[in-house]
Each structure stands twice: as structure tokens, then as C-alpha cells.
């Protein structure tokens, strides 16, 4: 079956604009989540959304982020007045819900360059 | 706050010899994830492991788990170039449920003909 899709693969925008990042899981998986990875590093949590409430958003770095998952299946992540340090792969993944394990499987990401 | 060490972070090794990387981790958790990530692509679930004493095996790389020394590692038999990639250990909440994963900074082994 089909695999996490992420949109755009590549966004490059200036300092100061604002961009939107879009998710959608594999069909059936109600957990929904964000990391960012910078380079050479691990990937880093963002936020976690159960269905369409966020059930947990300590990892958005300020409130330039904001992300929304309005029916439950497909997320977007927003990010405001873009800085140079918000360039990232930002990466999606969803797992199932009731699962005894929290196996999570990942998008290709989006490749986001802040000029 | 839950850390995740991996040693080392850079590996170079002949093809068809053996190594092992290691996951260290900070808190009580018992479910730990290896992850392949090729350059330039997203990340590839390799094991989960859910019990102190786990081991998987899939081909030439084998995991194995000790909650108590809060230690995974992961070894690699008679490497083959294929191999080569940037491999990742995560930990979850103790927790039952969906839980935020939290990634150690990556082993990249590289595999010399």
C-alpha cells in the first residue's frame, strides 16, 4: 500500500515569508507526527497529533510553528516569518493506534532552505 | 529529559569484516527502534525490539537489547557494501501507546571494498 507522502520534496523561500508543509499518513493511522532533521543530526520532535487534536506540542522550537490536522488524516505544518535557522528536512511520520509497539514510518520529508 | 547516545558516529570498515554500534540511553524505556537512513532519503524501520533480553536478526545486522544497562546494539556480520548508511537508534515513553520518539545522533558506516 501506499507510504507516507510529504509536499513539497524541496521548499526554497526567503527570510520572512511564510510556508506550509503538507502530510499525509498511511491510511488508517491515526498517529500523526513531526520531526525536523538538520544535517548530520538526528531527527527532532516537533509535535503529535491523535486523530485531530495535537496531544503533544513540546517540541515546536517558538510560535512561529503551528501545525493543524483538521479531519484527522492529512497534517500541515506552518511556519511563519521563516528564519535561516528554520532550514531543515522537516519529516512526517504516522504509526497505528493500539499497536503494542510505537513503530513509526516516515515520509521522504521536505527539504526546506530559508535564503 | 530522555537522551540517546550513539558510539561511534562515524564507522569505516572493510567489506566482509564484523562491528558493532551502540544505543545508549538515559531513562527507564522498553522499546527501542533501529532506523536506516540512505543519503538523501528518509528513514527505513529495521527492528523494533520490546523486552530486556531482545534479539532480531534480519540478514547480515542483528539487534539485541538490555534494559538494565539501558543499552542496544547493533551488529553487523561479514559487511557488505549495501550496507553502508547513517543508522539511527530511538527510544519511546515507557508508556504503552503513541508516544514521541527521541533519536540518537546517528552511526554513519561506510563500507570499503
Known amino acids: 500500500g501506499a507510504g507516507v507522502s510529504q509536499t513539497p520534496s524541496n521548499k526554497v523561500t526567503e527570510k520572512g515569508k511564510y510556508v506550509e508543509l503538507r502530510c499525509d499518513p498511511i491510511?488508517?493511522?491515526?498517529?500523526l507526527y513531526w520531526y525536523r532533521q538538520s544535517l548530520g543530526q538526528g531527527p527532532e520532535f516537533l509535535i503529535y497529533?491523535?486523530?485531530?487534536?495535537?496531544?503533544?506540542d513540546s517540541g515546536l522550537p517558538n510560535d512561529r510553528f503551528f501545525a493543524v490536522r483538521p479531519e484527522g488524516s492529512v497534517s500541515t505544518l506552518k511556519i511563519q516569518r521563516t528564519e535561516r535557522g528554520d532550514s531543515a528536512v522537516y519529516l512526517c511520520?504516522?504509526?497505528?493506534?493500539?499497536?503494542?509497539?510505537?513503530?513509526?514510518?516516515f515520509g521522504p520529508g521536505t527539504r526546506l532552505t530559508v535564503l | 529529559e530522555l537522551k540517546v547516545e550513539q558510539n561511534p558516529l562515524f564507522l569505516s570498515m572493510q567489506e566482509g569484516k564484523n562491528y558493532t554500534i551502540y544505543c545508549n540511553y538515559s531513562t527507564t524505556s522498553d522499546r527501542l527502534y533501529w532506523y536506516r537512513q540512505d543519503p538523501g532519503k528518509s528513514l527505513e524501520s529495521l527492528f523494533v525490539l520490546l523486552s530486556n533480553g531482545a534479539v532480531k536478526q534480519e540478514g547480515r545486522l542483528m539487534a539485541s537489547l538490555d534494559t538494565k544497562a539501558r543499552l542496544s546494539t547493533l551488529h553487523i556480520t561479514a559487511a557488505v557494501h549495501d550496507l553502508s548508511a547513517t543508522y539511527f537508534c530511538a527510544v519511546d515513553s515507557i508508556n504503552f501507546g503513541n508516544e514521541k520518539l527521541t533519536f540518537g545522533t546517528g552511526t554513519r558506516l561506510t563500507i570499503i571494498p
Open positions: 511520520a504516522s504509526s497505528l493506534q493500539g499497536a503494542q509497539w510505537n513503530e513509526q514510518f
Open positions: 497529533f491523535q486523530g485531530t487534536g495535537a496531544a503533544d
Open positions: 491510511s488508517g493511522h491515526t498517529a
